[in-house]
């Protein structure tokens, strides 16, 4: 049910993702994010966090320095710097080994980051923003998650076609690089120029979205970032901080459907939640009986 995969990092063992979903727990170190702004931008607080988050069974830790909610404010490469730099630097002197990734489109931020020991990059613009960020990933062999966010995206493309068209060009800019295609992650992008409809289109239809064109491509491994969006909002009627029952359900579903990454704000309920979840498609662990 679940394609298997193994992501390449750096100076460690392979992060494997296959029918044992991972957590990437979400540590936004900004003042302006649409539902933790704030809350972690100090490095104390932002290290106690991804504490917590690692002890409620979090498997990669996210940082982000910007904001991508509707109407953020833009955020300078070097006050993103500012943000994320010290905090990656306190989760290494830490010794806090889990994989952390770094949401950036900015090259400059990504090259910095993973100096500083961030092992993932997470690029909301799907490696078509600035060209250089493929040539990062490649130098440094970090694996990528490619997220689809088409603000061009012509309305009269069926969304399936449109996010074949884009992924291929994801694709292709990677292989252009000289990263392997096993290095690649897709992220459909969801609440990024999508519809609430299609929104839930795209959780009922998560394997065919996240591919190119090409059968020769074969499948990628699949995030899935439903965490306390709008089209959980709008459904429920909702504010950010009372959408958990709605991202557990929008997680188990993107499970069921072929999801192998899934990030969260929530990590234990969303954790336990996967952990039922992989006991009913393949078996509870055997020494439970």
Known sequence: MHSTHSLSLPNRPPLVLGPTPLVMGILNV???S???????????????HARQMLTEGADIIDIGGESTRPGAALVHVQEELDRVLPV???????????????????????DQAIQAGATIINDVHGLQGAPEMADIAALYGV??????????RDASTPLLEAMHRYFDATIARAEQAGIRSSQLVLDPGFGFAKSVAENYALLRALRQACSGTAPQQ??????????RKSMIGKLLDLPASERLAGTIASTV???T??????????V???RDALRVAQATLYGPPKDLG
Request: charged residues 15%; negative net charge; aromatic residues 8%.
């Open 88 to 110: 990656i630097d306190a989760l290494i002197a830490e010794g806090i080994t889990a994989p952390i990734s770094i949401d950036t489109y900015k090259p400059l931020v990504a």
């Open 143 to 152: 694996p990528v998650i490619a997220m689809h966010w088409d603000k061009a």
């Open 268 to 270: 234990k309920a969303n």
């Open 34 to 48: 649409f539902s933790d702004g704030g809350q972690h931008n100090l490095v104390e607080h932002a290290l106690a």
């Open 253 to 255: 579903l993107g499970y």
């Open 218 to 227: 074969g499948d990628f491994p699949i995030l899935v970032g439903t965490s």
């Open 30 to 32: 900004t003042p302006d």
């Open 257 to 266: 459907n072929g999801g192998h990454i899934f990030r969260v704000h929530d």
